[in-house]
């Protein structure tokens, strides 16, 4: 009882060589998604943002009280 980590609830090493391959295609998967497409796709969220608050300050004025 001295030990109270569970060994069988640790996941295993992959024993085959399918699993190995999937193990590296989730990894993969996984670095392409935060590294590479969430980065870009928040830059352009941001970016249209910007851009449609401009044009729509170009249609209709600045913010602020009429001057």
Request: a positive charge.
């Amino acid at each position: 009882m001295g030990n109270s980590i569970d060994r069988r609830a640790r996941p295993t090493k992959p024993n085959t060589p399918e699993e190995s391959r999937e193990k590296r295609r989730e990894l993969a998967v996984f670095l392409f998604l935060a590294g590479i497409l969430f980065p870009i796709l928040a830059v352009i969220v941001v970016s249209g943002y910007g851009f449609g608050v401009w044009m729509l300050q170009l249609l209709t004025g600045p913010p602020g009280p009429p001057g």
